[in-house]
Each structure stands twice: as structure tokens, then as C-alpha cells.
């Protein structure tokens, strides 16, 4: 099966039939972080995925809101006691 | 996997909810999970004006989109930052959802340049200030959103934070004893004084995951790359912490961002003490009048020292 994976962007090919629970574990992405679409659907970590399909595994996580300058690891450096 | 609700084929597990839904289930959920936090924080009525910040990324057209489709009366601003290529992907997004959905709905869509405004695009004034170029970003963002939302009379700002968002940052503030933080954490914030607009979090009971499913499965065209300047960033690194957990253990994200929320509701029960302590130490900017705790609020000085850095 074609994979096209982000970040960085790139595309393999994996044998087929797999589910996509396996095909994530043999990328080692995380399924909280990411999102397996075949055509316009999305399909569940138990779907078996055909050697003739072609998917996108899509992150899902953002940088979102800038990070507070105070989480600066050298900003207020505590001491041990 | 079959939908927990009505046993057609799902499309998106959630084993945080011990659940899955089909499309029309997952879109009722998230509407619902949305219009529950809007109820339980006291957001906004039906009656007020909203102004959605949007940056072309999934959450916050997704909120834009949930809140038209909710009947609420919300309008959106985009800030382009200037970053060359990805500012214009993103505007792109932003205003091709503005041109169709939204202006269907009746809601409209404002602007705002920096590389107009402030004379220089987001890394070109980073550097001229010396300071990173993400928390040069979140000054300019949050000053550009609230003028807005004021000089528009706005009743309420709102921001597409998910709970990924928020349960990083929470992390990010325990991790490094940031007590005194912790007070703006939750999901709405009062207009305390004058000049600062009310602020809220609508997408705080959902993921991630959830909000880039919601947009996918809505032909929601978002910015699906990062932005470049956010590679490396600690937010990103406590995020995939927090999902290895969420992995091993589902509901661990919810638990600790909505336990939080919990311990903050029961410390203070009305948000009074919020807005007396902002009464006390804010005052208003000599120079554009929002208001700050310092002398000179954040923006103004960060304006100065770029524009001393160009005249030398």
C-alpha cells in the first residue's frame, strides 16, 4: 500500500493487508497524535488496510499558542535545599 | 469499530469516552461538547458579538465553523504574520473558508498586517528586538485581538485552545512552578478592566485529534503544515509526552486539565477575586491605553526598541 506521511513529508510502501493500529506501530507513531485517511473517509485502528490502498497519515499536533518566555529552563533556576 | 451510538461503521475511535462514532454522531458530539463548555463557563449568550482569532490551522476554523453552525453570531480575525510562504498558505485557508461557509452564515472577516502595521514581518522584528521569535509573536497576537475585538465592541474574544493546548500549558507551568500562572488558566477569562476584552477557550473539552477529525470530515481546508518557527518548541515536546500517556492511559489529558479546573472552581467559586486582583496592579498604557502591569505595556516597548534598532 501507498503511505503518505507529514511532517517531514514523505511516502512509502508497505505490504498489505495490515491494519492501521500495525501500520502506525511499524511507523512508531503514536495513534493519539495522528489521523489515518483513506480518500475522503477517515478509517479506525482496526480497519484492515488492502495491499492496493492508498492512505495519508495526518499529525495532528500544532505548536499552538506561543510558549511563555518563563518556561525558559535557565529563567529562575531553583536550588535544592 | 462500529458507532457506540446508533452501530453503523465508525470513523473515529475515542477511548478516552470508551466510545466511537459514525460522521454524523462524531459531528453531534463535538457540537455538544462545545455548547456544553459554552454553557458551563458562561461564555456568550446567543445575543453577543463574537471575534474568533484565526490562523488557518484546523482549531480555529473548526470553532469558527462549530459557532456558525451553533447559531452563534461570530466574526474572525486573522493577524498575518509576515512569514514568508507560510503566512500565505495560511491567509489562503482562511480566506477561502471566509469567502464560502462563513460569508453563507452572514459572518465576516477581518484583517490584520504586521509587516503593515509594525514595519517589518514577525522574524525580521525578533530580531531586531532580540527575542525569540515565537514570544515576539504572542505579544503582537494577543495585543492585535484585543484592539480588535475593543475598537470592533466585540462582546467576547474567543480562541481555538484545544485540551492538548491547555493540559501542555498547564504541564509546562507545574513543571516549572509557575503558581502565579495558573490563575489564567481557565477557560474564560473576564474583561477585568477597562480596555481588555473578555476571553474564551470553547474547544478546551476537546482534543486535538477530535478538532482535526471535526475539520477533515467537514471539508474544512486548514494549514496542515507547522509553523516553521514553532519546530523545537517546548509546547510541541510536552504535547507528545502528554499524548504517550494518553496511549498507555485514555482520559490521561482530561483528567489532569478538567481535575485542575476542578480544584481552581472549588479554591475560588466566583471569579471576583480575578478581577479585584487584575484591578489592583493594571493600569492603563501611556501610550496606546490598553491596559498593563508595567510601566509601558509589552507591545509598545517591543515597537520601540525595533524602531530605536532601525534609526540606530
Known sequence: MRVRVSHPDRELELQGPKKVRDVLRELNLVVEAHLVIRGNDLVTEDELLADRDTIEIRPVISGGAPEPRHWSSVHRMSRCP | ?312
Not at chain 2, 76 to 84: F, H, T
Not at chain 2, 245 to 269: H, I, N, V
Open chain 2, 1 to 312: 469499530m462500529n458507532c457506540t451510538k446508533c452501530k453503523i461503521k465508525a470513523v473515529i475511535g475515542l477511548p478516552r469516552h470508551n466510545a466511537a462514532f459514525c460522521k454524523p454522531c462524531f459531528v453531534a458530539y463535538v457540537h455538544e461538547q462545545v455548547a456544553k463548555a459554552i454553557r458551563h463557563d458562561r461564555m456568550f449568550g446567543k445575543d453577543q458579538r463574537i471575534l474568533v482569532a484565526v490562523s488557518g490551522g484546523k482549531d480555529s476554523l473548526a470553532l469558527w465553523d462549530i459557532l456558525l453552525r451553533l447559531g452563534y453570531r461570530a466574526d474572525a480575525l486573522y493577524v498575518d504574520l509576515g512569514i514568508s510562504g507560510y503566512s500565505t498558505r495560511s491567509r489562503d485557508k482562511v480566506v477561502r473558508y471566509a469567502e464560502t461557509a462563513a460569508a453563507t452564515a452572514g459572518a465576516k472577516l477581518l484583517q490584520h498586517e504586521v509587516q503593515e502595521e509594525e514595519g517589518a514581518g514577525i522574524r525580521e522584528l525578533a530580531v531586531l528586538i532580540n527575542r525569540p521569535t515565537c514570544s515576539a509573536c504572542g505579544t503582537i497576537k494577543r495585543y492585535q485581538f484585543n484592539r480588535a475585538a475593543i475598537e470592533h465592541h466585540y462582546d467576547v474574544m474567543a480562541t481555538g485552545h484545544n485540551l492538548d493546548d491547555e493540559a501542555a500549558r498547564l504541564l509546562g507551568n507545574v513543571l516549572h512552578w509557575q503558581e502565579e500562572y495558573l490563575d489564567k488558566q481557565g477557560p474564560s477569562l473576564p474583561a477585568s478592566v477597562e480596555g481588555f476584552a473578555k476571553k474564551v477557550k470553547p474547544l478546551y473539552r476537546l482534543t486535538e485529534r477530535e478538532t482535526a477529525a471535526y475539520a477533515i470530515l467537514n471539508g474544512i481546508d486548514y494549514v496542515v503544515e507547522e509553523c516553521p518557527m514553532a519546530k523545537g518548541s517546548k509546547m510541541l515536546l510536552y504535547k507528545e509526552v502528554l499524548n504517550r500517556l494518553e496511549t498507555e492511559s485514555p482520559g490521561t489529558k482530561q483528567r489532569f486539565y478538567c481535575g485542575f479546573l476542578d480544584r481552581q472552581a472549588t479554591a475560588e467559586p466566583s471569579g471576583t477575586s480575578m478581577i479585584e486582583k487584575d484591578r489592583a496592579v493594571l493600569h492603563p498604557c501611556p501610550t496606546c491605553r490598553q491596559p498593563t502591569t508595567a510601566e509601558v505595556c509589552s507591545y509598545c516597548k517591543m515597537m520601540a526598541r525595533a524602531k530605536s534598532a532601525v534609526t540606530g
